[in-house]
């Protein structure tokens, strides 16, 4: 099954620079991901009063292609590739436009029991197994992330607030790509531009913890890292960055 979905790309959702990319495209896929499993009555609208379990992303991966402006839509298809489906569901990602390849990614995700605190398999929640997709995908797969911050640089400090938090009451997954953005000021991102990124989930942070990110350039490689107050990682990334001039972004025909 391939979930599809034409969307215009809106102003709210830009850079710095006045066009989408990363930030924009992340937001995208947990939409398409999250779609998909509503489709098929497995969203998180339904699965914590349903089982008392929700889906918990664990770890992002996108390459961005190119950035967009608003005056044409996307096409964004999600689906689950083939292979067995035990605990954990990985879903790819195409976004583009005119044919035109913009950014793919895969997100992975598994079932988390909320008041048993633990992980499920997915024959919890009666999910099918007849709707995985043959589809040819290429993507290099998820590395190793840092979790020491040993040689890395202290960027800033984050209390978890309100507005952080999803329905299951921690710090939604999709907020710590602002907060390692935020490591860097606007002069970063206009002498580069992010053509991969990679984020893991290490732990779960709530309302009123304080969150330390650091990070480390090396090449054209970033590593980032946020911590708990307590010091122990819930958090970590890996970019690759490219010079803002190169030929990786397009305004729209």
């Known amino acids: ?31 398409m991901a999250t779609h998909y499993m509503h489709n098929i009555d497995k969203g998180n609208d339904t699965l914590p009063e349903t089982y008392g379990i929700v889906w918990m992303f664990t ?12 005056t044409e839509e996307l096409t964004m298809e999600t689906w689950i590739p083939k292979g067995r489906l035990t ?12 044919g035109e390849e913009c950014a793919r990614g895969c997100v992975e995700s ?18 099918p197994a007849d709707i995985t997709e043959d589809r040819e995908f290429s993507l290099p797969g998820f590395q190793k992330m840092p979790t ?15 507005t952080d938090l999803d329905k299951t009451g921690h ?13 860097f000021d606007s002069p970063f991102f206009e002498e580069f531009q992010i053509s ?9 942070c709530f309302e009123g913890e304080v969150l330390h990110v650091y990070k480390r350039i090396s090449g054209d490689r970033v590593s980032l890292v946020a911590l708990h107050e307590n010091k122990a990682p819930c958090a970590a990334a890996g ?4 010079r803002a001039n190169a030929d990786r972004s397009v305004k729209g025909d």
């Open 239 to 242: 970019m690759t960055v490219v």
């Open 196 to 204: 991969d990124f990679e984020l893991h989930f290490l732990s779960q």
């Open 87 to 98: 605990a954990v569901v990985r879903q790819n990602l195409l976004i583009s436009r005119n």
């Open 110 to 127: 598994c079932l988390y029991h909320v008041s048993q605190n633990r992980l499920v398999r997915l024959r919890e929640i009666d999910f």
């Open 1 to 31: 099954m391939i979930f599809k979905k034409n969307y215009l790309p809106q102003f709210r959702e830009a850079e710095r620079d006045g066009l989408v990319g990363l930030r924009g495209y992340m937001n995208y896929f947990q939409d």
């Open 148 to 162: 020491e911050t040993e040689g890395m640089e202290y960027a800033y400090t984050h209390q978890v607030r309100y």
């Open 59 to 70: 770890k992002y991966k996108m390459q961005v292609m190119r950035k967009v402006d608003f």
């Open 171 to 183: 710090m939604t997954n999709l907020k710590y790509v602002d907060l390692f953005l935020n490591a």
